[in-house]
């Protein structure tokens, strides 16, 4: 299996119109309110969601040019394998990010600490459950180059970088 | 935007081949080895990789048989909206698992902690960073139907509703 064809759920409203000063993370995008427009016929799936307070979503980094195996992403001045970065220049350019879910109204669901560009088309929602596979974590997680850099992802913005 | 192709970037190999009998979590696969066989032309991709000590693995679950917007989930005896579940049933079949990261040779990534089926085409893989999320959830995290159900995740396995 090569080719897997997916499609849009829905779309990710969001207050940025284009990925030059953008959050890059949700550390730097607390409190920012953003909704999801849900394809009517998927509302159905929607059961239940609001018992939950924070959800996972994976989405499709539309705006992406292209791809690259080594990038030198925003935290950092070094080149680091793609799949050791969250670059959207990836691959398959998919993203991923937990955030607040604040209520759900019809097919719109209303959500907060959002980090993606205005129009970004969803793939997929899970419940955030950390009871699942906090329990597998060493005690000691090692990040890698973040472990000097993290911080920068609370005011750091997005350039062009990926998109140009 | 509606349809969008991806494209597998290797192949998730663990003990489990099929969906009967396999841990439905990583709780319960503590311990579990497995290998990622990248695709020989995306290992440039793979630097630096093998200084984070866990790795978000995003993969297509195959072995899906159609979707459906309500489901029991292995854990519930109530139907949920598949949104507010980790059903493999889903409009878009896509898995996420967070596996730590032993060891890197080549092309070959030596994992634990999978919960996934022998075969199973990988999409993405992302370093776990939780210092980019963490300081965004609640003290208060609210896991709905899961509240009293997700210790079953140690120790119940899945059967085969999802893929028959």
């Given at each position: 299996m090569n080719k897997i064809e997916l499609t849009s759920i829905g779309i990710i409203k969001t207050?940025?119109?284009?990925?030059?000063?953008?959050?890059?993370q949700p550390t730097g995008a607390k409190g920012i309110k953003g909704e999801i427009h849900l394809?009517?016929?998927?509302?159905?799936?929607?059961?239940?969601?609001?018992?939950?307070s924070h959800i996972i979503l994976i989405y499709y980094l539309?705006?992406?040019k292209g791809n690259a195996l080594q990038v030198k992403p925003f935290m950092d001045n070094k080149p680091h394998g793609v799949f050791a970065t969250?670059?959207?220049?990836?691959?398959?350019n998919i993203g991923l990010s937990t955030v607040k879910l604040e209520s759900i109204d019809g097919n719109i669901i209303h959500i907060s600490n959002i980090d993606v560009v205005d129009g970004t088309p969803l793939l997929d929602i899970k419940p955030y459950v950390p009871q699942l596979f906090?329990?597998?974590?060493?005690?000691?997680?090692k990040i890698g180059w973040f472990d000097n850099n993290y911080n920068k992802a609370k005011n750091q913005k997005a350039d062009g970088r990926f998109v140009e």
């Open positions: 207050p940025f119109n284009k990925p030059q000063g953008m959050p890059i394809k009517d016929k998927y509302v159905e799936g929607l059961k239940d969601l609001d018992e939950f539309h705006l992406t969250r670059s959207p220049k990836r691959p398959n906090e329990d597998t974590l060493d005690n000691d997680i």
